[in-house]
């Protein structure tokens, strides 16, 4: 609020406010902007921690088995003892993806709302988009623009998706996560007695169920948040 108007003086038509009231509506942004920034510090602390807690459960289990494998010589001890570990391995690491995903999620609405206010700042001052490498529309192509990613909508480019998804935090557990299945899947195998080449065969297709399980619900997660966000200030066309 300018002071002519804090003081009750009307403003005529077409006249614009003070200085020091873009002053103060560029405080509140940035204040709102730095907030957001903060929030998005603590969620890349959650997903580290959480990434390096799945790893310190994993590095426990193999350490463990190895121990009993030297002292029982896989038995059946060993084998009971795998099929614990890995299940409880799997279980963490599916339950960290999860958690993940929920944090990124976060994540691109607190882009969303980072693109708002640099809207906001283009409103206040439009000679500066020059100087802007980030998106200022908070649809779904505007947050992939302020992460420097492939701005086409998502769900187009199957190929490409995949190979940008295994380069992620939660792709690349996936893929341990999915070793972990399928290790899982011919220890049990083995334990019931069947041969070699149908442990390596059922590992594989645990393995391959787990990725593609994984896949279709990051993707499906994606195109769906897509379609439920109504931006403010959409992209042009």
Not at 75 to 80: D, G, H, K, L, P
Not at 157 to 170: A, E, F, M, W
Request: charged fraction near 10%; hydrophobic fraction near 50%.
């Amino acid at each position: 609020m300018s002071v002519e108007q804090s003081r009750g003086v009307e403003l005529p038509a077409g006249v614009p406010a003070s200085p020091s009231a873009d002053g103060i509506k560029m405080q509140i942004l940035s204040t709102e902007h730095w907030s957001l920034l903060a929030t998005r510090s603590l969620g890349y602390t959650d997903s580290f921690g959480r990434a390096n807690m799945f790893f310190a459960v994993l590095s426990g289990a193999v350490i463990a088995l190895a121990l009993i494998a030297q002292g029982g010589h896989f038995n059946t001890t060993f084998y009971v003892a795998a099929i614990l570990l890995l299940a409880t391995v799997y279980f963490v690491g599916m339950a960290t993806i999860a958690r993940i995903g929920h944090l990124n999620a976060e994540d691109a609405y607190w882009l969303r709302g980072m693109n708002r206010i640099r809207h906001a700042y283009l409103e206040l001052r439009p000679e500066l988009g020059k100087y802007f490498v980030t998106g200022q529309h908070d649809d779904m192509r505007g947050v992939f623009t302020t992460l420097g990613l492939n701005a086409s909508p998502p769900g187009q480019h199957l190929l490409s998706d995949i190979g940008h998804g295994v380069q992620t935090l939660p792709g690349m557990l996936g893929i341990v996560v999915a070793v972990v299945g399928g290790a899982w899947g011919a220890v049990v195998t083995i334990a019931l007695g069947a041969p070699d080449y149908v442990a390596i065969a059922t590992g594989a297709i645990c393995f391959l169920l787990t990725v593609t399980a994984l896949t279709i619900t990051a993707r499906r997660a994606i195109i769906a948040s897509a379609k439920t966000w109504k931006p403010n200030f959409p992209s042009p066309d």
